[in-house]
């Protein structure tokens, strides 16, 4: 029987991989960061931590609910999958922003929170997480509660680093023509992401 160290070890090798890996909320955050900025990108960054949070204690406390009603879980990944298409569709469909209109396409708190409750990759993630690593710091919901605390320690390095990155790929492509490629690029890998969910 595999001890509590051994538990600990286990289930951080699989959340830092899931949280790193592309998904939904990395894509997302590398898209939002070539076209606002690494600053510009905090307030959806902290709507997906709050929610993510959020979805992770909602799941501890249902996960035979959940486990039970796989239909419902399977038409909310087809919603999640549809939801990420449109946002990589006005990601992709974007031009090169001035400064007062980018204000008004940035994608804010409340974006960030949706995201979470129609993202797939979160929801196998956290049904996951706490069926085989539920009792790592004990079997009640005070436990579940510090393994989604465990979890927003790597998910928002996770998010801010592809933020960084989406920033970085801002700088280079700094003329219009190439930041409307950048658009079209990071669109369609938000998009390919939509097609993942949908189809996995």
Known sequence: MIGMDGLLIATLVFIIPMCFSPGPNNVLCAAHGSQHGFKGTLTLISGMA?????LGLFVG????????????????TYIGAAYIAYLSYKIATSDPLDNGSQENERLGFSTGVAIQFVNGKAWIHFLVLMTTFGTVF??????????????VMFG?????????????????????????????????????????????
């Open 61 to 76: 406390g249902a996960t035979v609910f959940i486990e039970d009603n796989q239909e419902f879980f399977e038409i909310l």
């Open 50 to 54: 709050v929610g993510w949070s959020v």
């Open 138 to 151: 004990g079997s009640g919901f005070v436990g579940k509660a510090l393994l989604v605390l465990l979890n």
């Open 156 to 200: 928002l390095p996770a998010v801010m680093s592809w933020a960084a990155f989406g920033t970085a790929l801002r700088r280079a492509f700094s003329t219009p023509t190439s930041a409307v490629a950048l658009n079209r690029l990071m669109g369609t890998s938000l998009f390919a992401v939509a097609i993942w969910i949908a189809f996995q």
